[in-house]
């Protein structure tokens, strides 16, 4: 199966979104097959290798680094999607275009906060064992490549500055730092000798030429002004005064001329140099360096009679010397002209892996450059292309779908945004975590798919309370609470359970609850039931309050409040009859175990057996133990209601053809202390009054 990007190659069509027009469509996907790398060639963000099972200091370093190193990206990464998605909002909702400038300027932000990032991992490398570590060494120059890269997609694909300057500043940054160190020592080595001034094969115009086309325009400047302070030559003099009344291509840059100042001062330049040159002396060395302000025609060009042929020593160096010094004027679809040309009259270069990278990226040709750098995944890590490919389509160059014979293909960037995923779910809980976030910015039917198996993994990874809390907020974000939130606290409960902690099993039953659609008590009723089995009084320990003030009829009351949220707001308790039953139950034994008399807690008691919330087994020991002693008592506890409503629940207990509540005391007995109970409520109780005036009161006849 072809992927999207040969799709893409060969022509195939598919929609383009210019800058910041959103997120992708959903499309109908298939899976990709994870990218593998030499064992010998690991890249920054893969998981390093370890030699004969042993873990090393470095390797251990080096997981933290590249973990540190992928939290920083997927932090810009975030950051950048959110103001993407908050411009794309503020476009439907007004129906204007957004403004181009201020959406180059934040997709810059991002591309300059990731570059920034690759650039420290890489001068991080420097520090250390880089020069004797092959692996350390071979991760070093993968950043250099992905770096320039990167940089050179920016300038070419997103930028709107003067491509010309701003590619040469890009070559001389990443290839010719040292070159430039050399060319100044080596021109100073022959600035005070003022016979230089007589041979044209002199090092110093050699370096001078270099430092020139780098536009190194200050150390010109200085180098000719301390040779003329020696010579006193008129015609580098005249040099000197033109070349100072013209910026450097850097200052153009930096005060961000435009393209149209821009040619204008390259062409006014031009046409000065070309007036010196006139005025200076055909044998005279200075010839040469002027003849790189001048530009050339188009006959020398063609002939390889220019500055840029002369003194390139590879194509892409001869093609940025051309872009910027000889065809200053062209405009970026006339660059790819100018590649072709200059690619052509360096036919014979051997070019490698790298040098086609760097020509397709010139021509703006994103297919064929997303499959060069796919395809050497130990060059180039997942982290860098999943990127690069990010800044493409929010810069309009990757198709937010692929049409391919009808069939609508995953997009590139939701493949992209699969592979690294699949790379960070390899790593700690914390990688897992990055990976969701790259999973939420597609859109594909199978992305989803991803996502919800990466969730998932990153739920299972949840060890302490902190993490079940930051699992379950991020099911909350993704709407997956009802599901995956109800399902994770109930394993959590099951897990304290086996643990022999009831008060975390208690409280990880009842948040279940608080996620499902309609709240329901059945699972927390059964899980009291099933603890209350196993060890009832362990059960009523654990809700036994320390110091219980509060009035029974209370509930929720602040002891079970505090036990199962011990931090943050009051939970919504699940509607459980036995968890009400339970707690009440728990306070009233306490009650009686301090001493409280009866009549404190015994009408509570009577009221969880008339309201049906009692479990049949404890409701067994509730009149056995706790209400068959207050039945005998000479002072009525319980009024004659209660009496017979505790009458009327002896009664269907017995009649209960399951015989879930199988009292030990003999009937009689108990039918014994019930009547005597009701006596003495009656004519020791406050309804002996009420019985006396009725008595009393006279009849009418009838």
Known sequence: METGEQILRRGSRGAFKPLFAGSSDHVVAFPIAPREAPASAKALGRKPKVHKGSTTTSSIASCKASEKFAGTLHEIFCNFQVQANSIDEHVKATQTPVDSTFAE???????????????????????????????????????????????????????????????????????????????????????DDPAVTKSESSPFWEALCHLALCDRRVDVLNLLQRLQATSRDDQIARFLEFLQKFPSLEDMDLAQASDLEHRQCMHEMQVSAQSLMQSLSPEHPIRQLCDIYAGCSQENFEANKDPAAKWSKTWIEDFVYSFAWIFPSFRRDEMVDLLQVVSQRNAEEPVDDVDRLFFEVLSVNVPTMLEIVTSQPYRFPTFFVTHLVDVLYFAGRVPQSIDAKGQRLIPPRDMHLMAYAQELSCGSRACIRYAIDYLRAGSSEILRKCLLQTVDQYCGTAVTDN???????????????????????????????LQGDIIACLRWGNRAETYTTKPEGFYVSELLDAIAQEDLEGLLRALTPTIDAEPLNLYPHPWLVTILAPSGPVPSFAPSGRLYFYAQYARCRALRMVGMPPAGYAPTLLELLSTGVAEPSVAQKIIEEDLMPVLQEDTPVLNSEQVLLLMRYVQTARKDPMRRTHLKVGMDRLHQAL?????????????FGNLQKQISRPQLLT
């Not at 991992?121 to 250099?144: F, K, P, Q, S, Y």
């Not at 993490?467 to 394993?491: F, I, K, P, Y």
């Not at 009547?675 to 309804?687: E, Q």
Request: proline share 2%; with cysteine.
């Open 105 to 191: 300027g934040v997709l810059s932000k991002y591309i300059g906060d990731v570059g920034n990032q690759i650039r420290a991992a890489r001068d991080g490398m420097r520090r250390g064992r880089w020069d004797i570590d092959h692996e350390v060494r071979t991760n070093h120059d993968n950043l250099c490549f992905c770096l320039a890269i990167w940089e050179l997609t920016y300038e070419v694909a997103v930028n709107s500055a003067p491509c010309s300057i701003r590619l040469l500043h890009w070559y001389t940054r990443h290839y010719l730092e040292e070159d430039i160190t050399e060319w100044v020592l080596q021109a100073r080595q022959h600035a």
């Open 675 to 687: 009547g005597s109970a009701l006596s003495v409520a009656f004519i020791k109780g406050p309804d």
């Open 467 to 497: 993490d079940l809390e930051a699992a379950l907020c991020l099911l909350v974000e993704l709407n997956l609470g009802a599901t995956l939130g109800v399902r994770m606290c109930r394993q959590r409960a099951m897990s304290c359970r």
